[in-house]
């Protein structure tokens, strides 16, 4: 120990009377025998080949391995099949033919990827204006007409016209399935082509669904200020109407009188 | 001591470090240098602390394998003392975990054990009786020592290491172990004039 400061310098000094004397008498040594058997362990460490550590590594590598393997495989058997192009379109167009108009709203199609929305031409659009669902139309209108007055109640089409843009979807695609059917005989190149148009067509038709849903009033209470709104600007007829949809969709909910006075007596029960 | 066929012929002195290197590599008779050098340091060190011859051999052997045993690992970080000291301190640590309490030698209860400990015989009788005397007291007042402090000075005495060098083996800062070096040198410096003033 070599000191360096003072204090160190004196440590040391100090200690050097305490540490003369005690190697005077710090003789004690381990027995020859230990020696020998400590050298002996570590020549026999040296000749040793060092395989016994070898398989450290290689278990460990193939550890890893499985334990990647295993979860590459678990996580892909939890991952739900991924949509053909054509599969999801086919689903929307039985879904919209046979399901109810209003458990169809209800139960929309899973959400895709916004490339088909983005992807469909437009000039593909305005060359079937016979096959645009009205709801459409009348949900982007409103939805216009509300970014025009600000207003969110007057651009919340009902529920209502759902139904009859469900059943206007249903019917292209009953068209289309028609169409499929008829075509099963001709060439495969046109068969696909038929298919592709009815999967564009069912997407349109749901997309209409989704925005009139996203339009509709999410609670009964919103539907019902709407329907007071309408009074109030004195659209009575339209009120009734969205009154009895309301009435339709919510047949037990409780009305208020000047509400119920505008419903039929056996609507209005 | 070691044979003479097992210590190196060298012109320049090697290094702790090299040897243990050497040894490393599959040298063998670096490492019976290397254990030469250290052997009695080591052993001491374990002795004083421990107590009991039986249960130093014992220490002394686990941390002399451990050294071998780590040899495909070692790499130059420090001195090879700090290294091999840090081994000691923690076998010792582990020894007393498992066999507590410390077991204290007391010289004069059992004198088989106070020849064992103060060393061999010297050929010139008297010197050897006054040196083992002074021994003795040392070792009873080194013996009365809180092991922290006891093991402060025989870190800095059988391992030479520095203040630095104790701090990093017993875990704490260079001031903590320059305080207990200084209560150790004090109360074993009293101890001494102590038993002189008895006698």
Redesign the interface.
């Known amino acids: ?2 000191p360096t400061l003072p204090e ?1 310098r004196e ?1 040391e000094k ?2 050097s ?3 003369e ?11 020859a025998r ?2 020998a ?3 002996a ?3 026999r ?3 040793q080949p ?1 395989q016994r ?1 070898n398989w450290q590594m290689p278990a460990s590598i193939a550890a890893m391995l499985v334990l990647g393997v295993s979860l590459v495989l678990v996580v892909r058997d939890k991952e739900p099949p991924l949509p053909s192009l054509e599969q999801p379109a086919a689903d929307e167009a039985k879904l919209a033919k046979s399901a109810p108009p209003q458990l169809a709203m209800k139960t929309p199609p899973k959400p895709r990827a916004n490339f088909h929305r983005e992807e469909r031409p437009s000039r593909e659009r305005s060359a079937r204006p016979d096959r645009e669902p009205a709801a459409r139309d009348e949900a982007g209108a409103a939805q216009e007409d509300a970014a025009a007055s600000g207003a969110v109640a007057q651009s919340a089409p009902a529920p209502a016209p759902a139904a009859p843009a469900a059943a206007g979807q249903a019917k292209p695609a009953e068209q289309e399935q028609a169409r499929i059917a008829e075509s099963s005989d001709s060439s495969p190149n046109k068969k696909d082509k038929v298919l592709a148009d009815a999967a564009k067509e069912s997407r349109s038709g749901v997309q209409a669904l989704r925005k009139q849903e996203a339009a509709a009033p999410a609670r009964p209470r919103e539907w019902l200020d709407e329907i007071d709104g309408l009074l109030r600007d004195g659209k009575e007829a339209e009120a009734r109407r969205r009154l009895l949809d309301f009435r339709q969709q919510y047949p037990h909910y409780a009305l208020p009188e000047r509400l119920q006075a505008l419903l039929p007596p056996e609507a209005a029960k | ?2 044979p003479a066929r ?1 210590t190196l012929v060298s012109a320049e002195p090697v290094s702790d470090e090299q040897l243990m290197l050497r ?1 490393r590599d ?3 008779v670096a ?2 240098e290397l ?1 030469g050098r250290h ?2 340091g080591v ?2 060190y374990v ?1 004083r602390q421990v107590g009991l011859r039986s249960a130093a ?1 014992e220490v ?2 686990e941390i ?2 451990n050294i ?2 780590s ?2 690992r070692y790499r130059v970080e420090a001195r090879f003392a700090t290294f091999l000291y840090h081994v000691a301190h923690n076998c010792v640590i582990d020894h007393f975990r498992r066999k507590t309490p410390l077991h204290l030698i007391s010289l004069d209860d059992d004198p088989e054990e106070a020849h ?5 015989d010297r050929d010139q009788p008297e010197r050897a009786v006054a ?2 005397q ?3 007291k ?2 009873n007042a ?1 013996a009365l020592l809180p092991p922290e402090q006891r093991e402060v000075f025989l870190l ?3 391992g ?4 630095e060098e104790i701090a990093g083996v017993t875990g704490t800062g260079r001031e903590t172990a ?1 305080s207990r ?2 209560y150790a ?2 109360r ?2 009293e101890g ?1 004039e102590h038993e002189a003033d008895i006698a």
Not at chain 2, 116 to 120: E, L, N
Not at chain 2, 160 to 163: A, F, K, R, V, Y
């Open positions: 120990m070599k160190d440590l100090t200690g009377e305490v540490s004397r005690y190697r005077a008498g710090a003789q004690d040594e381990p027995p230990l020696d058997a400590i050298q362990a570590a020549r460490e040296v000749e060092r550590r | 001591m070691l097992l040894y599959g040298n063998a490492f019976d254990y052997r009695g052993f001491r002795l051999e002394f052997q002399w394998m071998i045993s040899r495909a064992q400990v103060a060393g061999p040196l083992r002074s021994a003795a040392l070792l080194l800095h005495e059988e030479g290491l520095t203040l320059k070096l200084r040198l004090a074993l410096r001494i």
